[in-house]
């Protein structure tokens, strides 16, 4: 189907951005199947209107796993998404079980044409594991947040602009219809900076998959750091970077995203390869985290809790002292 010019082809093409922000995902409620949730927020700081802890009111809600983050580890400072030892002692001791996801700037293309770059993510994700006294033998996710799905939305951006800059009167247009697509006009502007150098040829013959070979020698980084240390590997990603990674033997495991409109989604979901599927954000409103905010968190449909883990391993427990205490 064609679209015509301006802002209605923007929304309804750029699938990735759209998603970015959109809701309606199932209620603040048990759902069948949906039996893990992830979050990105401490859930140790949860407080509700009913006067249940966090934890209670998850399982009410039937679910078994919260899905929580590795992040790059600094000597004094951390992101409040990162799971810290205080957190997952918090979650095994409430009898939920842990899904661990490492996550930074796993979003941006440009991050998986740094050519170490899954080297330097895996050391900061075993750094996290092991204080958290994460068992081997469970999984370490490594996200691949939607970055074919920007690739073909700067390709598709280079045709709405004629292969030039986006002109003013567009990124107008683009804004007025959702602050989101600041992000967008900024990695479009980047894209005309690199394409030509990282992709070797026009941004009119570029495609999706061709960021799969960067993916790759992301997940090869990945493996050699963590798979000797006894972890399983996982990603998260659209349904073409599940089955790439999959049919490469380079993950274990595969978490689908959320946004039906990201490359290879249908196949993928029914293939049914999947651990997970991400649903649309929910927004609990009667739930707030320490910082005031109402609670949103991701359903997920689970096939599998392979990789899961509910106990901690006493030995790399003992690396505790080498994360900060607290996030910030």
Known sequence: MRFGSGIIAAVFMLAGQAHATSFGGPTCNAHSGMTAVDMSQPTNTITTESGQSGYQALKS??????????????????????LLPTESD??????????????????DPESFFVKTRGTVDAKHALSLAHANGQPSGS??????????????????????????????????HLINADHSFKRHIRRYGRFMHYHRK????????????????????YFEQVNAVVRPEGYKIGAYGSGAVCELLLGK??????????????????????????????????????????????????????????????????????????????CN
């Open 90 to 107: 918090a979650i095994i001791g409430a009898g939920l079980n842990i899904i661990s996801v490492f996550q930074h700037e796993n979003d």
């Open 139 to 172: 999984a370490i996710y490594f996200s691949v947040d939607g970055v074919d799905q920007t690739i073909r939305d700067m390709v598709f951006e280079n045709g709405m602009s004629n292969g030039h800059a986006i002109s003013k009167k567009r990124k107008r």
């Open 249 to 326: 033997h380079l993950v274990d495991y595969c978490w689908l995203a959320q946004s039906i409109g990201w490359p290879g989604f249908d196949h993928f979901f029914h293939s049914k390869r999947w651990t997970m599927v991400q649903q649309k954000t929910t927004v609990c409103r009667k739930w707030n985290f320490a910082n005031g905010d109402h609670v949103w968190l991701d359903f997920n449909r689970v096939n599998t809790t392979k990789g899961a883990w509910g106990k901690k391993d006493g030995i790399t427990a003992l690396a505790a002292d080498k994360v900060p205490k607290s």
């Open 198 to 217: 990282v992709f070797g040829k026009d941004a009119s013959e570029i495609r999706a998959s061709d960021i799969h070979p960067a993916i790759v020698r």
């Open 61 to 82: 809600m039937g679910v078994k796993s919260v899905i929580r983050y590795y992040d790059w580890v600094g000597e004094d400072d951390i992101s409040c998404k990162a």
